[in-house]
T-cell receptor, first 111, second 117 residues
Framework: GENVEQHPSTLSVQEGDSAVIKCTYS??????FPWYKQELGKGPQLIID?????GEKKDQRIAVTLNKTAKHFSLHITETQPEDSAVYFC??????????FGDGTTLTVKP | DTAVSQTPKYLVTQMGNDKSIKCEQN?????MYWYKQDSKKFLKIMFS???????INETVPNRFSPKSPDKAHLNLHINSLELGDSAVYFC????????????????FGEGSRLTVL
């Protein structure tokens, strides 16, 4: 089955700096790679996603890159703000509709 | 209106009891899921239903029994609760499993925190 590894498990940055979270996956059949943000006491919420036919996608301060050959994808957050502090999950999904999640990264943005 | 709603939000119970968590989505989605999030925040899929049909059943003890009376509801019943069942259980729904391509965004509920004493 699919195995998704996510690094780092915790990340602390100063407000205004950039944050990068990296994930690798094992199943070459995976073709959808979403990123979710989970705030305290809430359910995960999609912030950006990328499909296997695209190498990069950007939405304001967040961007995701995908390298299908190397089976890795990354989340980039620029100009971080305290409200970006949360747990971030990457996931990889196959056509069977099953999402395998990474173990999460706790991002802390210090004012 | 809440898109994916779960009840109860908190559940505290004794070992050996039987309990249920209910989930409803008003998004018109065909596919619903149960995920378990443990104390380390790891998110693991438990079950998935597509149009009331079970399509994903991970290695979950048979004390856990999902039930989908219609495509807008997916309930989780747990028998003989154990200490290790303590976790946050998330219900989610997704729109795209009924047609190609199959992949799509998951919409999560707010979670149900189960504490087994």
């Amino acid at each position: 089955g699919e195995n998704v590894e996510q690094h780092p498990s915790t990340l602390s940055v100063q407000e205004g700096d950039s944050a990068v979270i990296k994930c690798t996956y094992s199943d070459s059949a995976s073709n959808y790679f979403p990123w979710y943000k989970q705030e305290l006491g809430k359910g995960p919420q999609l912030i950006i996603d990328i499909r296997s036919n695209v190498g990069e996608k950007k939405d304001q301060r967040i961007a995701v890159t995908l390298n299908k050959t190397a089976k890795h994808f990354s989340l980039h957050i620029t100009e971080t703000q305290p409200e970006d502090s949360a747990v971030y999950f990457c996931a990889a999904e196959t056509n069977a509709g099953k999402s395998t999640f990474g173990d999460g990264t706790t991002l802390t943005v210090k004012p | 209106d809440t898109a994916v709603s779960q009840t109860p939000k908190y559940l505290v119970t004794q070992m050996g009891n039987d309990k249920s968590i209910k989930c409803e989505q008003n998004l018109g989605h065909d596919t619903m899921y149960w995920y378990k999030q443990d104390s380390k925040k790891f998110l693991k899929i438990m079950f998935s239903y597509n149009n009331k049909e079970l399509i994903i059943n991970e290695t979950v003890p048979n004390r856990f029994s999902p039930k989908s009376p219609d495509k807008a509801h997916l309930n989780l019943h747990i028998n003989s609760l154990e200490l290790g069942d303590s976790a946050v259980y998330f219900c989610a729904s997704s729109p795209l499993l009924s047609r190609r391509p199959l992949t799509g965004e998951l919409f999560f509920g707010e979670g149900s925190r189960l504490t087994v004493l």
